[in-house]
């Protein structure tokens, strides 16, 4: 998952291959509190890992549930309705599927045995308006204190006396989430009587209680409706776990895909696991609107596979109203369509994680296209020709507006585009994918293709013991791009020679050896962890004899061309961060951001002097420093690649600065730069 406080997207030109999607998040936490509600233990398959999920769970074991978990498998033991903790805190960050719910069950149960609990979140969830639930559910008798400002969280539900006798009314229209949480919390209070919710004005988003109503039917709850304003929870419904159910995969993270095969699929399909046209999720129909726009789909049992076909994409006006988070796909889609789109019925837009019809008017403007919004509804023009524009996109915390924006990064598709002058976009915080999709931008970069040279690259070079690893190790980490460790190459060529028993001299089988390597033999950088094959060989490679192994294999020319392919093959999305003494003069001389990374001698031999220390080897600073002087030396003369900086390099003196002071010197060069250091004017 991505940790970086941005992230930025090279220009993207074509996709095709498999991904296998996470658990749908509305199916994961309706699952988890019925299991928590129900009598029995639930076995739990193919969990969403997210921080909605998280947070139920969290309530859950705080409310004396049972919890153990497996991966993506959790076993929960429910109370039977049966309240174990009569006084809980419970924190649930920006999860709309956790507050809502848990505030109706947790309201009902307080009312008929006692116990006070507080609900809480992230400043966002106190935005995020509750009142049309608290209004259905005061009227029962449930004691609902707003701790705040009136009709949102943090809430103190606490006691009360339940009257049931009347039917239970709710609105439709600003949230399908309040039906749900009636839906779900009404069976514990269900003992003497039949139990009505009548349901007033419009029901927005009905495939979300169809996905309530299904989950409902398997933990033992038929609930009877009439309609879509009027259900029935029969007397004495009681809430009995399955022993194991699956959850589906998310249709609403498939959109992103099905929009990125509708957009550049054009020679190998882009194939969904997981979730097929069967689906019982609402969303499931945002392929309908793919095809409208142009997207070729066929689907099977659990997969769907998307290609390209009409082209430009076909503007469309379509009623959102049966799948309101898919259709903000739609809106990013609309860029690379002919015409205007126009998306209505879609005012829960407004009271989600953000304001988002807002956000994303404010958002496709920054890319150049022209955007009309309502109450309701969004209209979306493309950029005119050769007018797109670089953007930074704001998510607002909000996951789907990170993951609709990364499809910006395929505008050199657009037919609008400028020949050979594609954009750059940025995604601010792409760390609130975790709500939902955790490794989305993971998953992107497996379908997702480009060019080599549109990929960024930044190059640290400079003379041994500069700190230029942990320098481009630590960037890296801030980038989110992926390390390349180059000094290390050779080691571990000899490395996996002398563990195959392969002749040092022979040079044809050490090459043969070393061209495996990044292919059949994995090879990743972690900091000081060096994992190859699974295996973490850092130690391994700080041995003398390694060392030595390596400096006979350099001599062969066929071992230094393998490894000069290993290094221009890490260059990958979303992009590298390399570090080395020739990185920038010979392997990349085209990377987006050069540095040459110096210090005087005694600062490096005292660096390296506190390294050896630390690990537990004997030093003497002298002859440490008179080491270094000579591997300049050598360094400098060497007839090939010698250490120089690249003509276009940045100097940077480290002498005296810490590890993070060179970071961010190094990233606020970057920063200025962008986005001309990535898309060269």
């Known amino acids: 998952m991505y940790t970086t406080a941005f992230l930025d997207l090279p220009p993207l030109l074509s996709a095709g291959g498999t991904i296998r999607l996470p658990g749908s998040k509305s199916i994961s936490n309706r699952v988890l509190l019925l299991a928590g509600l129900s009598a029995g233990t639930t076995v739990v398959h193919d969990l969403l890992a997210s921080d909605d999920t998280r947070v139920m769970l969290e309530a859950l074991r705080t409310l004396g549930c049972t919890v153990e978990q497996d991966g993506d498998t959790v076993s929960i033991t429910g109370l039977a309705g049966q309240l174990s903790a009569l006084n809980a805190q419970l924190f649930l960050g920006n999860a709309g599927t956790a507050m809502r719910p848990l505030t109706a069950a947790l309201a009902l149960l307080s009312a008929t045995q006692g116990g006070v609990f507080e609900l809480s979140g992230i400043p966002r969830m106190h935005e995020r308006p509750i009142g049309d639930l608290i209004d259905a559910l005061r009227p029962l008798g449930c004691h609902i204190e707003c701790l705040g400002n009136e009709g949102y969280p943090p809430l103190r539900l606490a006691g009360g006396k339940l009257h049931l006798a009347d039917p239970i009314k709710v609105r439709g229209d600003v949230s399908s989430q309040f039906l749900t949480a009636l839906l779900l919390a009404l069976p514990l209070v269900s003992q003497q009587q039949d139990l009505v919710i009548e349901v007033v004005g419009e029901l927005i988003s009905k495939p979300y209680i169809e996905i309530t109503l299904n989950l409902l039917e398997r933990f033992g709850i038929a609930v009877r409706r009439e309609g879509w304003s009027r259900f029935t929870i029969p007397q004495g419904s009681h809430y009995q776990s399955p022993g194991e159910i699956h959850v589906e995969a998310d249709a609403s993270s498939a959109s992103y895909f ?84 126009r998306l209505t019925n879609i005012a829960s837009w407004r009271v989600k994680e953000t304001d988002r019809i807002a956000a994303m008017a404010t958002e496709l403007r920054k890319l150049g296209a022209t955007v009309v919004e309502g109450e309701d509804f969004i209209e979306v023009t493309p950029p005119a020709k050769a007018c797109w524009e670089h953007a930074s996109i704001h998510t607002y915390d909000d996951h789907r507006m990170a993951m609709c924006f990364s499809l910006a990064a395929f505008n050199p598709l657009a037919p609008t585009a400028t020949p050979n002058a594609p954009v750059s976009v940025r995604i601010e915080d792409p760390r609130c994918v975790a709500k939902t999709f955790p490794d989305y931008f993971e998953a992107l970069f497996q379908v997702a293709r480009t060019r080599p040279d549109l990929i960024p690259v930044i190059t640290i070079d400079g003379p041994t013991a500069s700190g230029k690893g942990t320098l481009a190790s ?177 100097s940077l003196d480290n002498s005296a600065l810490s590890i993070d002071e060179s970071v961010d010197t190094v990233l606020n060069s970057w920063v200025e730069g962008w986005p001309h250091v990535i898309v060269k004017p």
């Open 474 to 650: 630590s960037l890296a980490t801030r980038l989110g791009y992926r390390f390349l460790d180059s000094g290390s190459l050779y080691r571990i060529a000899a490395l996996l020679a002398m563990e195959a028993g392969v002749d040092l001299d022979d040079g044809r089988q050490v090459e043969m050896l070393a061209r495996r390597v990044g292919h059949s033999i994995p090879l990743h950088f972690d900091g000081e962890h060096v994992w190859l094959d699974g295996r973490d060989v850092g130690a391994d490679l700080r041995r003398e004899e390694v060392g030595q192994a390596a400096s006979r294999i350099s001599a062969n020319p066929g071992v230094r061309q393998a490894l000069l392919d290993l290094q221009k093959a890490f260059r990958a999305l979303p992009g590298l961060v390399a570090d080395g003494r020739d990185m920038g003069t010979v392997v990349f001389p085209d990377a987006s951001l050069k540095v040459f990374l110096t210090a005087s001698v005694a600062q490096r031999a005292e660096r390296r002097y506190k390294q050896l220390i630390s690990k537990g080897f004997s030093a003497n600073l002298k002859e440490i420093c008179a080491d270094l002087e000579a591997r300049d030396l050598r360094d400098r003369t060497r007839a090939v690649a010698p250490l120089k900086p690249a003509a276009d390099a940045r």
């Open 258 to 341: 099905i929009a990125l095969g509708a957009l550049a699929a054009t020679e190998q399909p882009v194939r969904i696991e997981g979730v097929g046209a069967a689906s019982i999720q609402g969303d499931i129909r945002f392929i309908e609107a793919a095809e409208a726009m142009g997207a070729q789909v066929t689907s099977g049992p659990n997969w769907l596979e998307v290609r390209r076909g009409a082209w430009p994409l076909k503007a469309i006006t379509l009623d959102c109203n049966h799948i309101p988070d898919a259709a903000m796909t739609l809106a990013v889609m609309a860029l690379y369509a002919r015409g205007t789109t």
